[in-house]
Nanobody
Framework: QVQLVESGGGLVQAGGSLRLSCAAS????????FGWYRQAPGKQRELVAT???????NYADSVKGRFTISRDNAKNTVYLQMNSLKPEDTAVYYC??????????????WGQGTQVTVSS
């Protein structure tokens, strides 16, 4: 089974930076895609960024130019570098993977979330 460990959240002042990490472990054959999502209290969960197995990235308009998603395939780890943080970025950030456990079994798995708080 799959385990996801998220880290890197915390409290930062506006204009600062944080780097989130999400490490997948377990019996994983391959990861098709990683995604970062976020959800503020009382608001809809939204897509922040994705990266596919081929390296293609996609970003929400609100974070373009400020956030960068990357991966380390050897470590089955995805990162989200967040620069020029704004108070509106405050949310719980969730990592999601779409993966193959074997050639016959595909799963979607969510991390438990990490809190990012940006003070004004």
């Amino acid at each position: 089974q799959v385990q996801l460990v998220e880290s890197g959240g915390g409290l930062v002042q506006a204009g600062g930076s944080l780097r989130l990490s999400c490490a997948a472990s377990g019996s994983i054959f391959s990861i098709n895609a990683f995604g970062w999502y976020r959800q503020a209290p009382g608001k809809q969960r939204e897509l922040v960024a994705t990266i596919t197995s081929s390296g293609t990235t996609n970003y929400a308009d609100s974070v373009k130019g400020r956030f960068t998603i990357s991966r380390d395939n050897a470590k089955n780890t995805v990162y989200l570098q967040m620069n020029s943080l704004k108070p509106e970025d405050t949310a719980v950030y969730y990592c999601k993977i779409n993966a193959l456990l074997n050639i016959a079994t595909m799963i979607n798995y969510w991390g438990q979330g990490t809190q990012v708080t940006v003070s004004s």
